[in-house]
């Protein structure tokens, strides 16, 4: 009944199964307000408003003066419409870049079938935005203004040992609300120990978690997961730990079953994730229903400014379907 009777978008119906809140349909989509997003290298911010048929969009960001790809969304990887989609992306100074946006169907994201657009932001200023065009449109920004950075190096053979995790089945919280590290915990030989930090508002039942290897999330290889009921106790810091393979890329995506985050509704929860044992390289909390990281297992953070963190948050209060 909550549904109703009558056309129904079978996607955001399931969603509405899945996710068990429904809130209204108001007369446009929501847009995510700013959040400080900590970066010690320069930004890229894109936004993407998509139209009514999101699954058809694609796009991808290349460092022109090195000739790699730097983020990428694929067909599919969209599928709310009308919604606003935020990917933040910490990249090298002194680069220059082709963001290329493309349409399946060649009508653009604007405005035959909804008001689509897209927005890049360079460290805070606009650099390229858009929307009506057919099969794609290409836009280039900033400048090689210094030598590309030397490849991160390769990893020489697959550890034949599995992912190691201190996780106890039982997972015991902490009383303490800062990161604890475990001093006997090791990671063997080509591989790099991950850490989670998680403190829960007051519905630390509606919060899980998953950690990904992997250059897609969509083929991505699911090393560990958390989901919704683990946690039981609010405003507890929980600890995890676990060794991931060096020089890979990983995905972190936690979720939040009522779509406003950990923070600041309901409680100051707060997340952080780091690697070998160092300060966290993010942090977060505030965010809707999910947020993702993607990332490198490099063992030393000085190694860093040879890839890219790609953060992405979904805002609060999400909405199923704008059209109703």
Request: proline content about 7%.
């Amino acid at each position: 009944n909550d549904v109703g009777y009558g056309v129904v978008n079978a996607k955001n119906a399931l969603a509405l199964l899945e996710w068990g809140d429904f809130s209204g349909c108001p007369s446009s989509a929501p847009t995510m307000s700013p959040t400080p997003f900590d970066c010690s290298e320069d930004v890229i911010e894109i936004r993407i408003t998509t139209d009514l048929y999101p699954t058809e969009t694609a796009w991808f960001l290349t460092d022109i003066c090195s000739n790699t790809e730097v983020a990428e969304k694929l067909l599919g990887d969209y599928t709310l419409s009308n919604y606003e989609y935020i990917t933040f992306i910490c990249v090298p100074p002194g680069r220059e870049y082709s963001f290329k946006i493309t349409d399946e169907f060649g009508d653009g994201i604007c405005c035959n079938f909804g008001d689509g657009s897209y927005n890049i932001l360079y460290n805070g200023e606009s650099v390229a935005s858009g929307g009506e065009f057919l099969n794609e449109d290409i836009k280039i920004f900033g400048q090689c203004g210094t030598p590309p950075p030397s490849p991160a190096p390769q990893v020489t053979a697959t550890p034949s040992v599995a992912p190691t995790s201190s996780h106890s089945p039982s997972y015991p919280p902490t009383t303490t609300g800062a990161p604890s590290q475990v001093a006997t915990f090791s990671c063997p030989s080509g591989q790099v120990e991950f850490s989670l930090t998680l403190t829960t508002d007051n519905y630390p039942e509606e919060t899980k978690w998953v950690l990904k290897e992997g250059f897609r999330w969509q083929t991505g290889t699911t090393l560990t997961t958390e989901s919704f009921g683990t946690y039981t106790s609010s405003q507890t810091t929980y600890t995890e730990t676990i060794c991931i393979i060096k020089n890979k890329s990983h995905y972190f995506r936690i979720n939040d079953k009522a779509n406003d985050g950990l923070c600041c509704d309901h409680g100051n929860g707060e997340y952080s994730i780091a690697l070998n044992g160092q300060e966290p390289f993010h942090s977060g909390g505030n965010f809707g229903k999910k947020e993702q990281v993607k990332f490198m297992a490099f063992p030393d953070y000085s190694d860093m400014q040879a890839f890219t963190i790609e953060i992405e948050r979904e805002p609060k209060g999400v909405y199923l379907d704008w059209t109703s």
